[in-house]
Nanobody
């Protein structure tokens, strides 16, 4: 249902953009967003966007650096990551669920790895 792409290697201060394509009408009608899991750490919330695109929600650690957006025509959510830091290194997972905080996740995509070098 969810296909993530766009991970890779970046230098500190650089940028990457992740994409998450939702197949089927069901997944695209949910709030969608991103979580990440660094080695040895628990998976944590990063950002989310409502099904209409009218509401967004960010973890404090990424506010002002990451921007989530949604192209409803393409059923795709993007995560623009700027001013990357080594601590952003993680496997990033897209998810669909409710509510805006994505406390309840209905669908998960496969992970895409992001590595930020210092």
């Amino acid at each position: 249902q969810l296909q993530a792409s766009g991970g890779g290697l970046a230098q500190a201060g650089g940028s990457l953009r992740l994409a998450c394509a939702a197949s089927g009408r069901t997944a695209s009608s949910y709030t969608m967003g991103w979580f990440r899991q660094a080695p040895g750490k628990e998976r944590e919330f990063v950002a989310s966007i409502s099904w209409s695109g009218g509401s967004t929600y960010y973890a404090d650690s990424v506010k002002g650096r990451f921007t989530i957006s949604r192209d409803s025509a393409k059923n795709t959510v993007y995560l623009q990551m700027n001013s990357l830091r080594p601590e952003d290194t993680a496997v990033y997972y897209c998810a669909a669920g409710t509510p805006i905080t994505l406390k309840s996740r209905r669908y998960w995509g496969q992970g895409t790895e992001v590595t930020v070098s210092s």
